[in-house]
């Protein structure tokens, strides 16, 4: 986010730079590009009264709470209606509500921006007391028939906290304003912002920041203690104590406040990396892992050893301690770091089959992780026979698919085939997307096609035939749940995956048994013609036989 404060200090510098007559060519050259509908408004601003409204502040909040009170009982609504989503939102008789809404915010603007905090707090609550009241925020802000106050809801919370911060009073009532704001606003907001953010919302940085954030350590930890898990009070917490005193105070807060420790220690562990402590960091890691039974919190830990490791040079035991971590939380992004330091490893088979030995068991081997790392380490028919348990219709939406792609790489042998790509599948129905960023499943990808052919050539020719046979089974099975259950979604990717599979055949054995695969498929479903035209389109898009 562009907070307003580094932005107008840096458009003051390059002010500074020029000479007035300068500045006013390019402000002209700026106006006379400008639409109709904004050069008014341009114009305005250099003859508009900088004079705050200072006086009747206390009008324009009862005005607020006036507002607020109509709004709740309904005045301005004739009905509620759904926008298309899962929420509702009024349909409005009367839009007149936006009129002080819009007189109150810019009064709030205006006095934050020169610098009146106590006006502007005062008048930021107000708004927020009228936000809180809705149940959908976009529904009282965006009426069909309106042009309403532009009002972003980052800026709103930033400039309420800034504010906050800069109200006169001492360091404890300041520390205590911020605290209680952050309740007010709500913690998730609050964290969104962050206290960097806060201060950035206006040009001018409180001096003593670092003192205002110490002072309100103890209101925050005291939130901590009581909001078990990763809440955002965590958040806000860390970096309060970072901007009192670095990593040392976040450590001293874990020290004196046990029961923080796991909302805090993977976070203490990045800001004595930052530090540039990396021993430090490792020492804090491996004690935090022996202080905690949370396995997730454990898999994050090991996560930064990972890193830690990597950084000194120790590639051996960051790939134990990738383990480890994937052992603990499977995910797509650690099998990415651990198949990484596999390949660049002095013995990659062995490597490898480490990897494949956490997903062993029959529940995990069963998972599109599971029987990718099993055709990785060469163990294609215990990939095959997990792959082939029978999961329900739903099953061809990621282990199945999965482990035909694999083994199709593997008849294939051809690092360069784009249709017998081993996450084919993996990256359009992996169940738990928000782990798989896109650079995370391309670099994946990438590793898979170029361990799978070597897999390839170091198999015996009948294996790879073998494999590919029995994973004909899997191919017929589930494209069959797909036709029979009338998943017509999935058609066109059932179409994919049994020409892919007719190419391997084709490519491994001879052209007509992947020519009489796809016969025979086409010849069992006669009256599935819309998967029968996803077959055709599909051989006359790519297909090699």
Not at 375 to 396: P, T
Request: proline share 3%; glycine share 6%; hydrophobic share 50%.
């Amino acid at each position: 986010m562009d907070e307003l404060g580094p932005f107008m200090r840096g458009l003051a510098d390059r002010l500074a730079t020029l000479a007035v007559e300068e500045l006013r060519e390019r402000v002209l050259a700026y106006a006379a590009r400008l639409p109709e509908a904004r050069r008014t408004p341009f114009a305005h601003a250099f003859t508009a009264s900088r004079a705050l409204p200072t006086s009747g502040i206390d009008g324009l909040i009862a005005a607020a709470e006036a507002l607020l009170a109509d709004l709740e009982a309904g005045v301005y609504e004739r009905g509620w209606d759904t926008d298309g989503s899962f929420h509702e939102q009024p349909i409005w008789e009367d839009t007149s509500w936006a009129v002080p809404l819009r007189t109150i915010a810019d009064a709030a603007t205006a006095a934050f921006l020169a610098g009146d905090d106590a006006a502007s707090f005062a008048l930021y609550a107000a708004l927020v007391r009228v936000l809180d009241a809705q149940d959908d925020y976009g529904a009282l802000f965006q009426p069909d028939d309106l042009e309403l106050v532009d009002i972003v809801r980052h800026e709103l919370v930033a400039r309420y906290l800034r504010a906050a911060v800069g109200t006169p009073g001492s360091l404890e009532e300041r520390a205590t304003r911020l605290v209680e704001a952050i309740e007010h606003i709500g913690e998730r907001d609050a964290a969104a912002v962050g206290l960097v953010g806060a201060t950035e919302a206006r040009m001018d940085v409180p001096p003593d920041i670092d003192a205002l954030a110490g002072a309100a350590l103890g209101h925050l930890v005291s939130r901590l203690r009581v909001n078990a898990g990763q809440s955002p009070w965590a958040q806000i917490t860390v970096e309060a104590a970072l901007m009192a005193g670095g990593a040392d105070r976040l450590g001293e807060i874990i020290r004196t406040s046990p029961e923080t420790h796991d909302q805090l220690a993977a976070e203490w562990v990045d800001a004595l990396r930052l530090e540039g402590r990396s021993a430090d960091a490792v020492e804090a890691a491996r004690s935090a892992i022996t202080l905690t039974t949370d396995d997730r919190l454990r898999a994050r830990l090991h996560d930064r050893l990972v890193g830690l490791l990597a950084d000194a040079g120790d590639d051996d035991g960051a790939l134990t301690t990738a383990c480890l971590a994937l052992d603990l939380e499977p995910t797509v992004r650690r099998l990415s770091v651990a198949v990484d330091f596999a390949q660049a490893s002095c013995d990659p088979d062995g490597a490898f089959s480490q990897i494949a030995d956490i997903f062993s068991d029959q529940a995990r081997s069963r998972t599109p992780l599971g029987g990718l790392t099993l055709a990785l380490a060469g163990r294609l028919e215990a990939a095959i026979d997990a792959a082939a348990v029978k999961f329900g219709v739903a099953a061809h939406e990621a282990t199945s698919w999965l482990i035909v792609a694999a083994v199709v790489r593997v008849a294939i042998g051809d690092a360069t085939s784009a249709r017998a790509d081993a996450l084919m599948v993996l990256q359009e129905r992996w169940p738990h997307r928000d782990d798989l960023a896109e650079p995370t499943g391309q670099r994946l990808a990438a590793i898979a096609r170029e361990r799978l052919t070597i897999v390839a050539a170091a198999l015996p020719r009948e294996r790879v035939i073998g494999a590919l046979t029995r994973v004909g089974g899997l191919v017929e099975a589930r494209v069959g749940a797909i036709l029979e259950a009338k998943r017509r979604g999935f058609y066109r990717e059932a179409a994919e995956v049994a020409d892919m599979y007719a190419e391997a055949v084709a490519v491994a054995t001879d052209r007509t048994n992947g020519t009489a695969f796809l016969d025979a498929m086409k010849a069992r479903y006669p009256r599935h013609t819309s998967f029968q035209r996803e077959l055709v389109d599909v051989r006359r898009r790519g297909s090699r036989i």
